[in-house]
């Protein structure tokens, strides 16, 4: 195996331990107020880095079950070459940014064919009076990108209201700039459509396997002690083995359940794990 875990599976014999439901969770079932309150959700957002460095690590990371948000800075796109090297005199955020786009969609097509793809442009503040020559220039590569390339035109998100295939925002102006606002507003959709019944984060999920990922979570965080519970390192990798043996703990002894809770939980970007 291949796995972060670094561990041989083991023979795991079926138990009949019995494994109970958290007594908060037995009363809201009971009084029957599961639906009249909204569970909160909370996204986690990964930051890769950009540089050429961390390019051979991105496909550890990149799974359908996530939306995705491009960022290509408008300035740089005032490059007369846009595929040649850096100047001497530019930093490193205006690496050719249409090799940099190129590989961000493409990579992602590839390791996550079914995610959704938001282009964002910023520095618009950068470009004055350059705005259409700017737009029409990011617009072209992302067009021809995609017909290059079938499949991305099914995941790149369209801004309907801009007539663009990438949403421009001013940074200096935040949360005034219409440009973040109407992104604002595409997440929330995107994020919403993949939360419902057929999106990605719709899945319902055991509770065993809710249970193992909460626990996991803590290992990852450690405690000093002062949460009225033993002091614990934190953990970053673990031995499939004592993974196995927190299984057997919420009532999961079936191996390949336990594998597939796994392949899920690095789906969803709690852990990282390889069979």
């Given at each position: 195996s291949s796995s972060p875990f670094a561990a041989a599976v083991d023979d795991v014999a079926p138990s009949t331990a019995a494994t109970k439901m958290p007594i908060d969770l037995v009363m809201k079932l009971i009084d029957g107020d599961e639906a009249e309150e909204e569970e909160p959700v909370m996204l986690k957002t990964w930051d890769f880095g950009g540089q050429r460095e961390y390019y051979v690590m991105h496909h550890l990371f990149l799974t359908n079950r996530g939306v995705y948000l491009v960022i290509t800075r408008l300035d740089a796109w005032l490059r007369s070459d846009l595929d040649g090297p850096p100047k001497e005199d530019e930093d490193e955020a205006f690496n050719p940014p249409l090799e940099a786009l190129t590989f961000w969609l493409s990579s992602i097509h590839i390791h996550a064919p079914d995610a959704m793809v938001i282009i964002v442009g910023t520095h618009t503040d950068k470009i004055k009076g350059s705005e259409t020559e700017v737009y029409a220039r990011v617009e072209q590569e992302i067009v021809r990108l995609m017909e290059k390339v079938p499949g991305v035109e099914r995941q790149v998100v369209v801004n309907a209201d801009a007539g663009l295939c990438f949403f421009p925002v001013d940074n200096s102006r935040s949360a005034t700039d219409p440009g973040i606002l109407a992104l604002r507003t595409c997440v929330d959709r995107e994020v919403a459509d993949a939360l419902g019944p057929?999106?990605?984060?719709?899945?319902?999920?055991?509770?065993?396997?809710?249970?193992?990922?909460?626990?996991?979570?803590?290992?990852?965080?450690?405690?000093?002690?002062?949460?009225?519970?033993?002091?614990?390192?934190?953990?970053?990798?673990?031995?499939?083995?004592?993974v196995q043996d927190l299984a057997r703990e919420v009532g999961l002894h079936d191996e390949s359940e336990l594998v597939a809770c796994l392949q899920f939980l690095h789906n969803a970007g709690s852990i990282v794990f390889f069979d």
């Amino acid at each position: 195996s291949s796995s972060p875990f670094a561990a041989a599976v083991d023979d795991v014999a079926p138990s009949t331990a019995a494994t109970k439901m958290p007594i908060d969770l037995v009363m809201k079932l009971i009084d029957g107020d599961e639906a009249e309150e909204e569970e909160p959700v909370m996204l986690k957002t990964w930051d890769f880095g950009g540089q050429r460095e961390y390019y051979v690590m991105h496909h550890l990371f990149l799974t359908n079950r996530g939306v995705y948000l491009v960022i290509t800075r408008l300035d740089a796109w005032l490059r007369s070459d846009l595929d040649g090297p850096p100047k001497e005199d530019e930093d490193e955020a205006f690496n050719p940014p249409l090799e940099a786009l190129t590989f961000w969609l493409s990579s992602i097509h590839i390791h996550a064919p079914d995610a959704m793809v938001i282009i964002v442009g910023t520095h618009t503040d950068k470009i004055k009076g350059s705005e259409t020559e700017v737009y029409a220039r990011v617009e072209q590569e992302i067009v021809r990108l995609m017909e290059k390339v079938p499949g991305v035109e099914r995941q790149v998100v369209v801004n309907a209201d801009a007539g663009l295939c990438f949403f421009p925002v001013d940074n200096s102006r935040s949360a005034t700039d219409p440009g973040i606002l109407a992104l604002r507003t595409c997440v929330d959709r995107e994020v919403a459509d993949a939360l419902g019944p057929q999106g990605v984060f719709g899945q319902e999920l055991p509770l065993s396997w809710v249970q193992l990922r909460e626990m996991l979570e803590d290992c990852a965080e450690g405690s000093n002690g002062d949460d009225g519970i033993l002091p614990m390192t934190a953990m970053f990798v673990m031995p499939l083995t004592k993974v196995q043996d927190l299984a057997r703990e919420v009532g999961l002894h079936d191996e390949s359940e336990l594998v597939a809770c796994l392949q899920f939980l690095h789906n969803a970007g709690s852990i990282v794990f390889f069979d």
